[in-house]
């Protein structure tokens, strides 16, 4: 059976609540006219939203998918939010402010380490180069007037006749290096350059030696480096694991409140599609004849009348 449903401006919010709650009126959408213009959505709708919102980006950050998700049958019946009082929107707004505090801290946390991580296994590369090619510290400070060039070519090349062709003045040092040739080579600055570009017909990739701050000899700023990264590591497996806790923690409750969220927003924004006037809200759709009867005395009581 089609019906319409005029209802004082004042009432609205419970009219919805009491025919969201039944369950049983597919609302036809008004378009505005000369007669009556769209609603607008109820008061609370934009914290809702900016509350639903936040949900699913803390969800986002803790890898939760909460499309889809089952939820508890409720006792209430169908249509009915299976949490029988949901929690107030005050609370909500406090309880995920908190949780996504704690949660961004971590994020925090997480990606300082893993910047950390990285560039201590640049670190820990350099220092392995340096330690394949049994470099001294004298090696990193250099006199003015020489140049150091370290860093890594392709295998199976002889670099001595490609540099001769420059000068026979420098020291080189290779040595094997993984799937490369670690390449260390001590040259008088002014023919920096033109090392440079020899070194690139054997894909030289060079190494900045130099930025290291080596205490002591490269062996024992080896083993301090790789201690070091063991701490990030360790680190970082710990806030991985709060992480998980977290949402392993959490995950109930953002389900049930995403589904009590995604059905208020529902609420909040269903005037848009009812017709408005100055004082009251027309809705119009159709019901299950059977139920017509039901329907009229819910919102007779949501309305007083």
């Known amino acids: 059976s089609k019906v319409v449903a005029v209802v004082p401006k004042s009432k609205v919010k419970a009219a919805i609540s009491s025919l969201y709650k039944a369950g049983a009126m597919n609302i036809i959408e008004h378009k505005k006219s000369e007669n009556a213009d769209i609603g607008a959505p109820l008061a609370d709708s934009e914290r809702v939203s900016a509350l639903l919102l936040k949900l699913r980006s803390i969800a986002g950050s803790l890898f939760l998918n909460l499309a889809n998700q089952s939820v508890p049958e409720s006792s209430a019946g169908k249509g009915r939010t299976p949490l029988e009082n949901p929690p107030s929107l005050p609370y909500l707004e406090k309880e ?35 330690s394949a090619l049994r470099l001294s510290n004298s090696f990193f400070t250099p006199p003015e007037s020489l140049s150091l060039i370290v860093g890594t070519a392709k295998k199976g090349v002889e670099l001595k006749p490609i540099l001769k062709k420059i000068s026979g003045d420098f020291l080189l040092r290779p040595a094997e290096f993984g799937p490369r040739l670690a390449v260390a080579l001590v040259a008088r600055k002014a023919l920096e350059k033109d090392f440079y570009s020899a070194l690139s017909q054997v894909e030289f990739q060079p190494l900045n030696i130099l930025g290291l701050s080596v205490k002591g000899n490269v062996q024992n700023a080896l083993k301090s480096e790789r201690e070091m990264l063991q701490q990030l590591k360790d680190g970082l497996d710990g806030v991985e694991k709060s992480l998980s806790v977290i949402a392993k923690k959490a995950h109930p409750a953002l389900v049930l409140h995403h589904f009590h969220l995604s059905q208020e927003i529902e609420k909040q924004e269903a005037p848009l599609s009812f017709a408005a006037t100055d004082y009251a809200y027309v809705v119009s759709g159709y019901v299950p004849t059977e139920q017509y009867d039901a329907i009229c005395r819910v919102l007779e009581k949501a309305t007083q009348g």
């Open 96 to 130: 995920y402010r908190l949780l996504e505090n704690k949660v961004q801290e971590l994020l925090q946390k997480k990606e300082r380490l893993a910047n950390n991580l990285a560039n201590e296994k640049e670190t820990l590369f350099l220092l392995e180069c340096a």
